[in-house]
């Protein structure tokens, strides 16, 4: 039996130890674990091993089975992820605004840890290693809860993680991992106001779901996207081809990659046969509404349904529309609020898009593949956060804290 | 029966002009409904007395009913409160960060609407005014349940306020009142996640716990407060006694008043029973551990429980400790991370204070009622959060805002 109290106390307990932990230290361990986790390369393949074999035996497919293998490359990658993370500044401590009150209050807003984060993930144990350097990087004490069919994997380089703290003099429990495969746990731990702070799911649509639906600790809802890519008539018709199937076909399954295309009805004749061309050569299954389809002739017509639809799969829904406006509606209607791009050389255009689409990241001429922690230069990403609360778009340190005000006086009562 | 995804929709719709609107428009409606509360006093007072008989009828208690009573006063009140808020800059727009990437791309990161806000609140009918006020300054659309004690009231501002809408030409939906007063309508705003951006609940702890508890729309939590004032080895002991005074007794029933006190031993001989004699003329019941009680002829024994209890009342429990380490754990244990103070001399032992207490304000040598969006020059306050995600503490109007990155480019692809 886990005793999720126990865990959230003692979590509890690390993150005030954590918050005053030095950036020397903390980089110390970032740096320890990286090395572990090379030492250790045969204990966590071989660990792996044992959730690839139970994968296999439950007959698990294939897309499935290669997010849980561990590579050595991975293993490396895992490595590598810390140490970048290591060499990223220190933001906790950070003074964001001070100010001074006409009856003398010295105020100050200083950037703090969140305090405990509980991050609730599937099936890739890469997870594991990440999460914790960016939650332990910024001073937060973390609560994981991995899928179960990497409980091998994760237990391994938890393991790791938890001596490379302990050779660093620093609290074990900034990171612990829940073993229990149970589902009931994670409803518990959707609970434990008392000790989380923050929950952030990673995952699936049914992950994110289930956890926005049942935590009653606040979430930071990450990651799905129906991205739009709107061809409006000023555009350029070889540089929306080109972005649409960049932004189709450059990773398939990434929240990122564009699921639905808008055309506007003044090129749709001149564009959609030829650009049919292009994703049918990249294996791209056409579902349009009937205008699209009149001039694609392998084009399904498309149920309304599909216009909502996060494929991420070789599928692409199209819509065409009257005016910049409809497409708007439309993206607006049927988008996630994640990424959304337009095409075109119109200025006006750009510029009403840009500020009438509801999302994270909205985008003039440029593929949605970009929406990333990396490519924004943020060094980090803990996920791509698709509410309007606290962070939006790509979350890396910054976005794992929060902060407090210190008010310094002389002895003000209020009159 | 009330249709809430019909008002969802209309909510919905009205964000998109609303995030449009230009300032000068949306201080011209701030300004009419002013002035129309104004011109229409009399209207409001009849609705407010016909709540007040059913108050009254139904046997509500006197502070309830002062709560709900509107008079020419709070009725003026109201309407400077709009017109307040006119005058603050409207911070929509604004650009918070601008960086290029190496592949030529430029990123804005640009202050937008949080969109649609849900409010759930308590009795007093002021509220509906301030809080559509704060919303529609920041160009948000709002739904609001107020109330069932304060409905007739609520209706008459609402109504004023959409006349002010009208009469400006914008859409009229920026603010819509929930008039059924079934709890079951409450439990579905909820749950209005396709719709609603963000829930705010304001009123006591059963109302917060309860929308914490079922919404599955992001709450930003406010208002629970068990504030401690500590007082240290090293305190001027007449600030001690002249803050916690304050704390106590300058207002009783806000959740920045002080709750409990937590005194080193090496001063509690000398202070404890000048205290008591302060609190004492204050009307001020003690509750407190052994040594306390030693001190302190009229000061009842404390349980757990106290410790942990938001009194709003002329109550205050009393807690001796060996340390500003011990003093430190009590408060992270038994506060509720809203605002904490420390009255010491020490300057090392206040830069400890700040640093390892877990609340939204901090103090050194300053009473805890200055937790207040006015007193902290903001302006204007949606309340207090005490979470931490998103905002903490005093909430202005920029509190409730969110962000959106724009993404210009030239037709750049992911390699």
Redesign the interface.
């Known amino acids: 039996m886990t005793d999720l109290n126990l865990m959230g106390q003692r979590a509890s307990e690390a ?2 130890q954590l ?2 932990a030095r950036t020397y230290d903390k980089n110390r361990v970032l740096i320890r674990a990286a090395e572990l986790l090379r030492e250790r390369r045969e204990t966590l393949l071989l660990a792996n091993a044992e959730d690839i074999a139970a994968g296999e035996a439950g007959g698990m497919h294939s897309g499935l089975l290669d997010r849980l293998r561990l590579t050595d490359a991975r293993i490396e990658a895992m490595a590598e992820g810390l140490l970048q993370i290591a060499e990223l500044p220190d933001c906790i401590g950070e003074v964001l605004e001070r ?1 001074d ?1 006409p009856n003398g ?1 010295h ?1 100050e807003k200083r950037r ?1 840890p ?2 405990v984060i509980g991050i609730i993930y599937e099936s890739r144990p890469n997870v594991t290693a990440d999460a914790f350097g960016l939650c332990f990087k910024t001073g937060n004490a973390v609560i994981l809860k991995g899928g179960s069919d990497a409980i091998h994997s994760n237990v391994a380089i938890t393991g790791i993680l938890r001596e490379a703290l302990r050779q660093s003099g620093i609290t074990e429990d900034a990171v612990q991992l829940i073993e229990d495969t149970d589902r009931s746990v994670t409803a518990e731990l959707m609970k434990l ?1 008392r000790y989380v ?2 929950l952030i799911p990673r995952g699936g649509a049914g992950l994110i779901r289930s956890v ?2 049942n935590s ?1 600790i ?4 990450t990651g799905i996207g129906n991205c739009h890519v709107y061809v409006d008539k000023a555009a ?1 018709l070889e ?1 929306a081809a ?2 649409i199937i ?2 189709k076909t ?1 990773r398939i399954g990434v929240c990122n990659s564009c699921e639905s295309l808008v055309v506007h009805r003044d090129v749709k004749d001149e564009f959609l046969p030829v650009l049919a061309r292009s994703l049918r050569e990249n294996h791209v299954e056409m579902r349009g509404d009937e205008e699209a389809c009149k001039l694609i002739q392998d084009c399904v017509p498309a149920s309304e349904e599909d216009y909502g639809r996060e494929y991420l799969d070789y599928i692409i829904s199209i819509r065409t529309v009257d005016s910049l406006e409809a497409a708007i509606a439309h993206i ?1 209607q049927y988008g996630t609020k994640h990424s959304e791009c337009i095409v075109t050389g119109d200025e006006e255009a ?1 510029a009403r898009f ?3 689409i ?10 949605t ?3 990333d922690g990396f ?3 943020f060094g980090a990403e803990i996920g791509i956060s698709t ?4 962070a ?2 790509p979350m890396g340190l910054k976005e794992l804290t ?13 009159p």
């Open positions: 993150r005030y918050q005053r100010f009150r209050l105020i703090v969140l305090g106001n702070d923050v926005v639906e009653t606040p979430v930071i809802e350029d540089m080109e972005i960049n932004a450059q607006n750009a840009l500020n009438e509801d999302a994270a990241c909205v985008y003039v001429n440029a593929s593949r970009f929406t490519e924004f230069g509410q309007k609360l606290h939006r778009g929060s902060y407090k005000y210190t008010v310094v006086g002389s002895g003000q009562v209020r």
